[in-house]
Each structure stands twice: as structure tokens, then as C-alpha cells.
């Protein structure tokens, strides 16, 4: 149990452009999801914790206007980065609180801007 | 002070040996602790996770709290190769309202055959 899904995994985009990243709870019902951002050789950075049915609580520092977040409904999480450039380049994995306090991660999604 | 914190290792051991992993928090009331593997190029994986004082076995690991000195470690019983990765140490500080994990920077852990 305590599956978590993100799609797509890797994706690559011209400067400018938008993109999506979907996270779904797979096998359970998540009320809190949760964004962070991975770079390389560092630890996780929470981004921004996302409530099904209301707005996203974004971290400090982190622009809500560039990274939209949308939880609909109980199963699904997205993330669009807008306006994407290259320094937003980076590991982007979303979590699901199941139980207590736990969160499960999906595999992650690579994201490379030219 | 970050909240979470790790030596970043490496910490070599070698096969079959106890590889013990530290962590220290800042936050006095924090209420849960996590462990997540973390493999080269993939998501954090799930270990253990700890609320009371003392130790938790699970299968080859143990994870043990002491509220008081504000640790938490991580022991790996007859560590093997694949045990080779990135561990996360993560805790649910009072300052974020038990909402959130904040994680350590991590410590690398490398098994030798």
C-alpha cells in the first residue's frame, strides 16, 4: 500500500514554456500533499504543501505565481512551473501524508530546461 | 542551526558489519521522526519512523529516540552492498505546526564487500 505515482518522470522544455507534473495517491486517499525540489547533491527542499479543496501553503522564498499548485481532488496533486528557466532545472518529487504523519514519495520528476 | 542534522559521510563499513547512522534536531518539541533511503537518482524510500523514547526494531534496523538529548539514530544490522545509498533523517518540528518534514542534508553510507 502507499503508493504514490508522478508522471511524467523526466521532460525537457525550451525557456519560457510551462509545464505540469501530476502526482497521484494510488492506492489510498490523501488530504495533504506535499512539493519539494531535489538538487544535485543536496537534500530535499519542501516547496509548498498542497490541501485538497483549499490553497497550497507555499515555503518561504518560493514564487506562487511560478509554481501553481492545484489539489482537486483527493488522489491527485499537480504542480505547473510557469515560465520555466533553465535555474528551474531540477528533481521535483511530491509526497502524500498516509497515517499519522508519514509521507510516501513518488519516483520523482526530472526536469530540464534548455 | 538547521533543525535537522547529519554528518554527510561518507561512513564506509564493511559487509556484514553494524552501520550507525546519526541524526540531531533542534526543534525540543518535534513529535516524529523518519528514516528515508534515498539510491543515486531516485526518490526517498520509507525505512522506519519513531514517535516515543527508545529504540524500534524493524527486520535488520533499528531506530532509536532519545527526546531528551533531541537524537535519533538509525542501526543497520549485517549491512550488505545494497544497503549502499543516502539515508535521510526527517522530523515533524512544533514550529511547523507537526505539518511538515524537515529533512537533514542526509549521510551517505557506503558497504564494501
Known amino acids: 500500500g502507499a503508493v504514490v505515482s508522478q508522471h511524467p518522470s523526466w521532460v525537457i522544455c525550451k525557456s519560457g514554456t510551462s509545464v505540469k507534473i501530476e502526482c497521484r495517491s494510488l492506492d489510498f486517499q490523501a488530504t495533504t500533499m506535499f512539493w519539494y525540489r531535489q538538487f544535485p547533491k543536496q537534500s530535499l527542499m519542501l516547496m509548498a504543501t498542497?490541501?485538497?479543496?483549499?490553497?497550497?501553503?507555499?515555503e518561504q522564498g518560493v514564487e506562487k505565481d511560478k509554481f501553481l499548485i492545484n489539489h482537486a481532488s483527493l488522489t491527485l496533486s499537480t504542480l505547473t512551473v510557469t515560465s520555466a528557466h533553465p535555474e528551474d532545472s531540477s528533481f521535483y518529487i511530491c509526497?502524500?501524508?498516509?497515517?499519522?504523519?508519514?509521507?510516501?514519495f513518488g519516483p520523482g520528476t526530472r526536469l530540464t530546461v534548455l | 542551526q538547521k533543525e535537522v542534522e547529519q554528518n554527510s559521510g561518507p561512513l564506509s563499513v564493511p559487509e556484514g558489519a553494524i552501520a550507525s547512522l546519526n541524526c540531531t534536531y533542534s526543534d525540543r518539541g518535534s513529535q516524529s521522526f523518519f528514516w528515508y533511503r534515498q539510491y543515486s537518482g531516485k526518490s526517498p524510500e520509507l525505512i522506519m519512523f519513531?514517535?516515543?523514547?527508545g529504540d524500534k526494531e524493524d527486520g535488520r534496523f533499528t531506530a532509536q529516540l532519545n527526546k531528551a538529548s533531541q537524537y535519533v539514530s538509525l542501526l543497520i544490522r549485517d549491512s550488505q552492498p545494497s544497503d549502499s545509498a543516502t539515508y535521510l533523517c526527517?522530523?515533524?518540528?512544533?514550529?511547523?505546526?507537526?505539518?511538515?518534514?524537515?529533512f537533514g542534508a542526509g549521510t551517505r553510507l557506503a558497504v564494501h564487500p
Open positions: 526527517a522530523a515533524t518540528p512544533r514550529s511547523g505546526g507537526y505539518n511538515k518534514l524537515i
Open positions: 498542497s490541501n485538497e479543496g483549499s490553497k497550497a501553503t507555499y
Open positions: 509526497s502524500a501524508r498516509a497515517g499519522r504523519d508519514e509521507q510516501f
Open positions: 519513531i514517535y516515543s523514547n
